[in-house]
């Protein structure tokens, strides 16, 4: 009898391979990193290889370590970053680098898009507000840029699609919940969208094949064995994005429920079982459960940004952590917490990887505002982590102005280890905030998604009830909510400012050059 499932998440920094139980216990978790590309100012790519290379090794390092049969481990479900366009020959290889969801260079095909279709128009249909991140803008850039490259393209597919193909699949599957990032997709009606595929002069057949989460496409092959350490024979299920896992992970399935995520990107996701349009630039995606939609907001710093901090600022405490042994996070912590909340009036624009909802400007860019002699070290850490809180804040704001009820707000992500991290956000919000016995939600959804296509569960609501658990719940300070909520309306006040005076788009034009 199974025992095991297994939750691959293939992310943006890296690959993570989790063996769990059925009730949710993570035995093992082993993770191998890989990195990025920067070709020219706002490029991002990834290599392919790598990414599946690192995916195989993380696989067989946690079987070895975990000292598991692998003949117990049930299934095998996926987890991965979403709308990253990835040009591929018939037989999965690679046509070009991967184009990251981060990369930026397509605005003058965003443009070139407006011109053909209203903005408003484009959004109620895709559910996607216009812009870069889409993977149709980056096949828009490849035919005018690289039109040979173009051409030999067999199919434009998603993270999703390589990894299924490179485990064994027969065909390139993409996941309902990530078809919305192709960026010609009919959100509503679950199907390709004749109208915007006939504008951009594209055909669903350039696309992988719609899929349901939890739906077997393969069993693991000899040679996929070798590499993987997974026995013979182990089905292979469509997953979702990581996002979407990770709401199911978070057991965020029901109409209402929102979750909060913050890694390397950040989400926060209302579930609801209708679609509401015109959330103020919010993603309107397909959930993982079946008639049911999410309503998402992206930052893209989110904890990148407490990453940078230790790399450039943090380096004190980086260093520490190397010579004690102590995770370097754990020594800024410590330091944000000598600082009030509020930071004595600092504010940090978590932009360093431009604005996402519901700003949704390219040009934007990261900046400490209120700085005087009264600021230290405490201060900006602190100031860091408040302004990812804020961006949030920000996005929330489209919830709320559209008189939707939030009757569960869960947090996930690495974040969540930070028990001061996770009081700024339940007093940004001003509600209480859960977390659950798994942070590591988007490989537990993952292994939900691949329990449900092996028939371990019925539906992915039995497999929440059996795996997902909250363990602890924050309460809100009100009296620190009311400091958030000045600085909430100074964030505004200073985003405004800089994008209407044109000081980012100077910045960023100064940048490129």
């Not at 537990?444 to 795996?467: K, N, P, T, Y």
Request: proline share 4%; hydrophobic share 40%.
């Amino acid at each position: 009898m199974a025992k095991y499932l297994a939750g691959i998440d293939v992310g943006t920094t890296g690959a993570r391979c989790a063996l769990i139980d059925l009730k949710g216990n993570i035995i093992v978790s082993e993770y191998r990193e890989y990195g990025s590309t920067y070709p020219k100012p706002g490029w991002v790519e990834q290599d392919l290889d790598e990414m599946i290379a690192m995916t195989m090794e993380a696989c067989k390092a946690a079987i070895a370590k975990s000292g598991i049969n692998p003949k117990e481990i049930a299934s095998i479900g996926f987890s991965t970053q979403r709308s990253v366009t990835v040009p591929v020959y018939e037989n999965g290889s690679k046509v070009r680098p991967m184009i990251s969801w981060q990369d930026a260079r397509t605005g003058a095909e965003v443009a070139d898009m407006s011109k053909l279709i209203d903005a408003g128009k484009y959004y109620d249909i895709s559910g996607m507000p216009m812009g870069t991140t889409w993977n149709i803008t980056k096949m828009l850039w490849m035919r005018k840029n690289e039109p040979e490259l173009y051409k030999k393209t067999y199919k434009f597919v998603q993270n999703q699609d390589a990894v299924l193909k490179a485990f064994g699949a027969d065909d390139f599957y993409t996941d309902t919940s990530d078809m919305a990032f192709y960026g010609v997709w009919d959100v509503a009606n679950l199907t390709w969208s004749k109208e915007l595929c006939d504008l951009f002069e594209v055909t669903p057949e350039m696309f992988g094949k719609p899929t349901a989460p939890g739906t077997k496409v393969a069993e693991v092959s000899a040679s996929v064995s070798e590499k993987s350490g997974f026995a013979i024979g182990t089905p292979i299920c469509v997953g979702a994005g990581d996002q979407n896992c990770g709401v199911v992970g978070m057991g965020s399935i029901k109409s209402g429920m929102a979750t909060v995520t913050l890694g390397t990107a950040g989400l926060a996701i209302l579930s609801l079982d209708k679609r509401i349009p015109g959330f103020g630039g919010m993603m309107i995606t397909n959930h993982a459960v079946p008639g049911m939609w999410e309503m998402e907001g992206l930052s893209n710093a989110a904890a990148s940004s407490y990453r940078w901090f230790r790399d450039v600022i943090g380096t004190q405490e980086k260093e520490l952590g190397k010579s004690s042994g102590r995770d370097a996070y754990e020594y800024l912590n410590d330091l944000a917490a000598q600082a009030s909340s509020g930071s004595k009036g600092l504010l940090y624009l978590p932009y360093l990887g431009t604005a996402a909802t519901p700003r949704w400007n390219a040009n934007a860019r990261s900046a400490f505002v209120g700085m005087s002699f009264a600021h230290g070290r405490p201060e900006m850490v602190r100031a860091v982590l408040e302004g990812v809180a804020l961006e949030v804040r920000d996005m929330m704001d489209g919830w709320l102005n559209a008189g939707v009820e939030i009757t569960t707000l869960r947090l996930g992500g690495g974040a969540t280890k930070s028990p001061l991290w996770n009081q700024i956000q339940a007093d940004v919000y001003g509600r209480p905030v859960e977390t659950l016995k798994t942070s590591e939600s988007t490989v537990l959804g993952a292994a939900i998604l691949g329990g449900v296509g092996a028939g371990v569960f019925s539906s992915i609501a039995e497999g929440v009830d059996e795996m997902v658990e909250v363990t602890g719940k924050v309460e809100p300070n009100m009296a620190n909510h009311k400091i958030y909520e000045e600085m909430y309306q100074a964030y505004v006040k200073t985003y405004e400012g800089l994008a209407s005076s044109g000081a980012f788009d100077q910045l960023a034009k100064v940048q490129s050059a």
